[in-house]
């Protein structure tokens, strides 16, 4: 069974990088023909996918994050990574890492996902 695990800074100031890993357990990052998907949401709104890495290594960004957002991974920890900067007040969201068969998650209905990690981006 696919398990994944969100981890990050939580606090984090205007215009700082804020870095967030998911663990995978259970599967390899490698295997099979899966979207891995980062994907918010921020206070009292819905969830935004923002981007997604491939078992081959294709990257996908949501358009008005493509200056910001940085998916990587790292196939020897099983780990994928997104980094975002220029953050400001506006990034603040509960952050979650997600495994579908489909590219653009708008639904925690699909796929798998991790608990989910807070980040708060204020001065």
């Known amino acids: 069974q696919v398990q994944l695990q969100e981890s990050g800074p939580g606090l984090v100031k205007p215009s700082q990088t804020v870095v967030l890993t998911c663990t995978v357990s259970g599967t390899s990052l490698t295997t099979d023909t899966y979207y891995w998907s980062w994907v918010r949401q921020p206070p009292g709104k819905g969830l935004e996918w923002m981007g997604a890495i491939t078992n081959s290594g294709s990257v996908y960004y949501l358009p008005s994050l493509k200056t910001r957002a940085s998916i990587s991974r790292d196939t020897s920890k099983n780990q994928f990574t997104l980094k975002l900067s220029s953050t400001t007040p506006e990034d603040t969201a509960v952050y979650y890492c997600?495994?579908?068969?489909?590219?653009?998650?708008?639904?925690?209905?699909?796929?798998?996902w991790g608990q989910g990690t807070q980040v708060t981006v204020s001065a």
């Open positions: 997600a495994r579908a068969k489909e590219l653009v998650l708008k639904t925690m209905d699909v796929g798998d």
